[in-house]
């Protein structure tokens, strides 16, 4: 069953990876799926490789790689890892 | 988030291959220099050893005095925090080159399966090059790579983190927590000692109720080291490490080159043959009440009335109420703490460790450049001569004073039996020894002193009493008995009778001479007499001739 995620709050998606890092290929892959599932429009999800903009991670206070910056409304989170529970992912955007 | 500061020309990197020095007080010194230059370092230690104490000081240090540029990542603590602590010591504030990233795990830290430390290297690719960077800190990294559950994955990271500073060439500290027994490291960062070029370990020893803290270096991967545990404080400068390198002889002072130091009373100048050998260290003990606190202030009085440079360091005891004590005898000690030559402090005996106090003693000399110094009792820091701490951390005061030829008298109290067990060793390590104590005779309490050793110093072996005046100190010569002597009052009467008995004798000698010669003038009289007799008899036997005419 998908879940409702409601769009009209701004969401907004930054992942922050590291281009050719295994992990930020999966990461990268998984956030597709979750966009899939729960319906996200492409233009609210950006992706950050950190090794050619790590003025944005910094100025996200990104530790790690990947991260998921999430932004929706005034609610703002970060999940750092391969994003592998899509739906556990999926069910933190839309609580 | 890294604070805002203007990108600047990167500063030249200092060769790789040297050390790093980090000017921590003793820490180079056993290091052979310093950090490992380019390489990483693992600190390690339980919660309160220091080990951000340390990380900041070498940052900061490398940052004003070495020209290297320095970042601070701190896992556990905010920047401002870290910040007000740097301004908390007095290193002169936070230095322009010292650059301070926010990387706080807090609670609210997510993670959806592994992740992985590209990112965070590419962001440290990033602030090196923006801040010319060549030394770098990463404290509490075991809070971040602990996230991750896989042991593989995190021992996996930390050599990739390793692998990426060894090729930056960039100095990198680590820091981990010590879990119970100090070998044994939290789970975040276990095995990493493996991986780094060296290892310091930070850690606390209880002895009885003294607890000191100490450093040792249990790798240094290619570099030689000195290896043992050594005690370090933390005051407000920083860190010390107590750490004295090999004694070199010094020719001149074995030669008596170096000269004496007068120790301000003449009469105990005299049965030193001069004064204290100038840098010797001398232990001045006894009861309470002997006037071992008047001797010292007379011994710093006369340094300062030199123009010599004094420290005068007060165990529990308010420097105002000494300097009040000593005015009674003509001592002015303010005058010397006004005019900048005397500087008097004081240590709450109960409120810190040995080897704290003695590095808060050891910052004062280094503020104030004493050229002769006292402390008054040593015994309060070496309290029992039994606790290795306190004697070690006597040792290292009395041996830096040694190395910077500053002359010392220290106090030291003495038990209900006139046992000087609370310095016992230290009296051995002293230069010279000297006793005072007390006789009571004829209903009086007089003081003694007397000189128990006095190395290099052909030294009277007499005891003397020491009279306290308006005009200050003088040792008389005691009445020396069969068995013991006599002093004070009973001392005096019998000198005064010895000199009635002695004029008395005197005047029977001149009586007796007199008698002598008179009799000697009858008996020369009676013997002319005797003679003019002989000579009438033998005229009447001779018929009124002369002796020619029997011929």
Known sequence: MMTSIDHGAGLRLRLFIVAGSPGSRIALSNLERVMAEAGIDRASVEIVDVSEAPDKAVAAGVLVTPTLDVTRGDRHFQISGRLNDVPGVIGRLAG | ?551
Not at chain 2, 297 to 302: N, R, S, V
């Open chain 2, 1 to 551: 988030m890294t604070e805002s500061v203007p990108a600047q020309e990167a500063p030249r990197r200092p060769a790789p291959g040297t050390k790093a020095p980090t000017g921590i007080p003793g820490v180079d010194e056993i290091l052979g220099g310093g950090l490992p230059r380019g390489r990483p370092t693992l600190v390690i230690g339980d919660a309160g050893a220091g080990k951000t104490v340390f990380c900041l000081q070498a940052l900061v240090n490398g940052a004003t005095h070495s020209g290297e540029p320095g970042l601070y990542l701190s896992f556990e603590e905010d920047g401002g925090g870290l910040r007000r602590t740097v301004e908390s010591f007095a290193w002169g504030g936070v230095p322009d080159d010292l650059h301070f990233h926010d990387a706080l795990v807090g609670d609210d830290f997510e993670s959806q399966g592994d992740f992985d430390l590209a990112g965070l290297l590419a962001i440290l690719d990033h602030l090196c090059e923006r801040h010319g960077i060549s030394r770098i800190v990463l404290d509490g990294l075991d809070q971040l790579v602990g996230l991750l559950p896989d042991p593989v994955v995190r021992e996996h990271e930390t050599r990739k983190l390793l692998g990426w500073i060894r090729a930056r060439d960039r100095t990198l500290i680590l820091t981990g927590k010590a879990l119970g027994d100090p070998a044994v490291l939290r789970f975040g960062l276990a095995g990493i000692e493996y991986g780094v070029d060296c290892v310091i370990r930070l850690e606390r020893e209880r002895s009885g109720g003294t607890v000191r803290r100490t450093f040792n270096v249990a790798k240094y991967r290619g570099s030689a080291h000195a290896e043992n545990a050594y005690p370090y404080a933390i005051t407000s400068k920083g860190i010390a490490v107590s750490y004295l390198a090999s004694y070199v002889p010094d020719m001149n002072r074995a030669a008596g080159v170096l000269g004496t130091v007068p120790t301000g009373v003449y009469d105990l100048d005299e049965m030193l043959r001069g004064g204290l050998i100038r840098g010797s260290t001398t232990l001045l003990t006894g009861s309470p009440g002997t006037a071992k606190t008047t001797l010292s202030g007379i011994f710093i009085d006369a340094a300062c009335r030199r123009g010599d440079r004094a420290l005068m360091v007060l165990y529990d005891d308010y420097p105002d109420r000494v300097v009040a004590n000593l005015r009674s005898i003509g001592l002015d000690l303010k005058s010397h703490v006004d005019n900048g030559l005397l500087r008097l402090e004081y240590i709450v005996s109960s409120a810190s460790g040995p080897e704290q106090q003695v590095a808060v003693i050891l910052n004062w000399i280094a503020e104030h450049g004493p050229a002769c110094i006292v402390i008054d009792p040593l015994s309060a820091l070496v309290r029992s001569g039994r606790n290795r701490f306190e004697i070690d951390a006597a040792e290292k005061l009395i041996q830096t004073l040694r190395a910077r030829d500053i002359t010392a008298v220290m106090t030291s109290l003495t038990d209900a039996e006139n046992h000087e067990t609370s310095a016992s060793h230290i009296s051995t390590v002293a230069d010279t020894w000297i006793h005072l104590d007390y006789g009571i005779r004829s209903g009086e309490r007089n003081r003694v002193l007397t000189i128990v050793k006095a190395r290099g110093i052909g030294h009277s072996n007499k005891v003397r009493e020491l009279v306290l005046g308006d005009d200050g100190v003088r040792l008389d010569k005691v009445y020396p008995l069969e068995q013991g002597m006599l002093i004070g009052g009973a001392r005096i009467a019998r000198e005064q009778q010895d000199f009635a008995q002695a004029r008395e004798d005197r005047q029977s000698v001149a009586d007796r001479l007199q008698r002598q010669a008179q009799d000697r003038l009858r008996l020369i009289d009676r013997i002319a007499q005797l003679s003019e007799e002989l000579r009438q008899i033998d005229r009447v036997g001779n018929g009124g001739a002369s002796d020619d005419d029997q011929h």
